[in-house]
């Protein structure tokens, strides 16, 4: 998930439940619909206190489980599941627009909407999808998010990515968190949503099934040797791993090589010139 370290993703839902990369840009439209994506729904409230309520037991679950949120992303990412652009928008709309009903009282084809388009949110926030379905299912207040009964919709689920067969440890946390930033950069300048999200692409891209797991293995054991100190056949071998793992993602090797060229402290930063002399 997004953290106060690395920082959230930018919403960009694809309600369609397509898999694999998409355009990075909010495709949750007003009630028309106009853009050919499904109209996006937006829930309205009598007080914050619900959302207010959904987002500390967001930052809570989240901070079980090792990763960092601030209270503001949490806010902004529970106030987007409701089809708003963030809190800000939310609270001003209180008092001014009726009150919807509760997750657990609208009838199932609306919840059925309201589940999927969760779900599209939390899971462009760099969460996986089976993380989005779990967090709605142990996030509730009331009568809110709480899909965890026979009322709940069938499940999205989203591209699976390979592990690369390379499990690669860091010197420290520093270099993951410094290396992981370049490439959460690198991944929104191309125009990339990556619906497992960025931080489980990154960690399988080198060997590891998860953030958590590749964070853990980190300053632990004997570092692997970075890229730019490989030889070229060794070079050769990781980038190829790097490029299969993004291509499971739906990441042409065009943009793939685009997303690597940039590195941190040895690690990744492969030049084009470079990889067209290994091949």
Request: hydrophobic share 40%.
């Amino acid at each position: 998930m997004a953290n106060d370290t690395l920082g959230p993703a930018k919403v960009s839902p694809r309600a369609s439940g397509s898999t694999g990369a998409q355009p990075a840009k909010y495709a949750l439209d007003s009630a028309d619909g106009s853009s050919g994506t499904p109209a996006r729904l937006v829930v309205d409230f009598g007080n914050s206190s619900i959302v207010k309520g959904l987002a500390k037991k967001l930052k809570r679950e989240v901070r079980s489980w090792g990763d960092l949120i601030s209270h503001h992303d949490a806010l902004t990412i529970v106030s987007r599941t409701f089809g708003h652009d963030g809190y800000e928008e939310l609270y001003s709309r209180i008092g001014l627009a009726d009150m919807s009903q509760p997750d657990g009282l609208v009838e199932r084809d609306v919840a059925e909407k309201r589940y999927r388009q969760y779900a599209t949110v939390l899971a462009e926030n760099d969460f996986s999808i089976d993380e989005a379905e779990h967090l709605l299912k142990v996030v509730t207040f009331g009568s809110w998010w709480d899909f965890s009964g026979e009322r709940s919709p069938l499940k999205i689920h989203g591209a699976r990515i390979r592990v690369a067969n390379t499990k690669i440890e860091f010197l420290d946390l520093v270099t993951v968190e410094s290396l992981f930033g370049i490439f959460k950069r690198a991944i929104h300048a191309q125009g990339l949503v990556i619906e497992e999200g960025r931080r489980h692409l990154f960690a399988k891209m080198f060997g590891h099934a998860t953030f958590k797991e590749l964070c853990a293995a980190a300053g632990h054991g004997n570092p692997s040797v970075p890229d730019f100190y490989l030889a070229p056949e060794s070079l050769d071998e990781r980038v190829r791993g790097y490029l299969e793992v993004l291509s499971d993602a739906g990441v042409g090797e065009r943009v793939g090589l685009a997303v690597i060229r940039e590195g941190f402290g040895g690690w990744l930063g492969i030049d084009d010139n470079e990889w067209e002399s290994l091949r």
